[in-house]
């Protein structure tokens, strides 16, 4: 929790405890399988988990899933749970779209990888192209080798050592981009970060989100490589750019020579090209990852014809050996056929308008039970992506943003939500609707989110 963030009207630390020791009990007793099988995992995993992000879920005990379908989960104590967090975007139209399962049946068999070009890596760049108006693409395994990747590209092509990144910002695990803004303005590494030795700041700049005079300061010494941004801060809580914002980043870094590297890993909510094509921008560089590959490991960068001549030039005037791009298994065969089939069968314009209608309707019904409360928090929305956040009004940059968590008050909730049989992504409060919800599974979401306020104003209103 942020000590400094002061507890939501009628809502104190001790009434948060209370209602968070409830919901925690409520979760142990109905989940005894749970409970044995991470007391297991624990002999084998750090945390008693595959992945050590998985224990930082707000249930007391990690969730241990059977299957994944559509919009449900199915765990091993026999719960089925409405799925708004869908693998954090990996899984953002479904579990197991039946074209994916259709693939996997066809091509399972065939081979997934070879090292080697195949027919499918021509078709998906086409309808790569058809969505993001770029011609050229590579691929990878996620999107955070895409970024790093993209990062190592920039420099080569311009000659230039520094990037530029947005306070708060998220590019997967890339060392470059874990810089943060400090509050007399200067940067500093990431402090949770584990294992770094070097100093991230020596070579990255941090500015504001939404703070052009900034970013032309930045920018103005000339030896920027590029500019790699979230057209929306989705990561720690989103942050929406203000009117002409991106413009306006658009324009500083022309002027100065700076690649604009746009990330849409998160943003892809926004419509079938992404917040790029709904809005019009114009990157040099655009990463797309995560549910690209229908939730299997898959990503993507595309970039401009001048970009790419200059990348092959970069490569060609370099001495024999590894580029230090690419991985064995970027671009395999099956991860190719599973993009194709992605965007060419589930990630349609009918799929989005029906996210986006149910992705509305869950934001209006949060506003309205926040305001039956009547608590001080607002509710974004961009596309099939909301969150609500512990402020009352929608931060303009990262550090606003940063101090509105209540790391506390967010688990509290998202514990009672999964108690009442929905889950939302953990480490902020998005929701992401897919083709596979339907209205019903909003109106339970808004239901279980009205009651879990409920149960909140109940523990305020018990004797201390």
Known sequence: MNASTPPPKGHTPESIARFLAAETARFCTAHPKAAALHRQASRHFLFGVPMHWMADAPSPLPLFVDRAQGARLHDADGHAIIDFCLGDTGAMFGHAPPPIARALAAFGSQGATTMLPSVAALEVAALLEQRFSLPMWQFTATASDANRFVLRWARAITARQHIVVFNGCYHGTVDDVFVDLAADGSAHTRPSLLGQVHDLAAYTRVVEFNDLPA????????????????????????????????????????????????????????????????????????????PIAGGTPGAAYGFTADVGARMQAAKDHAPPGHSGIGTTLSAGLLTLRLMRAMLAEVMTESAYAHMFAISRKVAEGLEGAIARHGLPWTVTRIGARCEYQFAPQRPRNGSEARAAFNETLEAALHLALLNRGVLLTPFHNMVLASPAHTMDDAEKLIAAFGDALDGLAAAQAQPA
């Open 215 to 290: 970013l032309q300061a930045a920018l103005e010494a000339g030896d920027v490589a590029c500019v790699i941004t979230e057209p929306v801060l989705t990561n720690i809580g989103m942050v929406l750019p203000e009117p002409g914002f991106l413009d306006g980043v658009r324009t500083l870094t022309r002027r100065h020579g700076a690649l604009l590297v746009i990330d849409e890993t998160h943003t892809i909510s926004c419509g079938p090209g992404g917040y790029t094509a709904a809005f019009g921008l114009e990157p040099d560089i655009l990463v797309i990852g995560k």
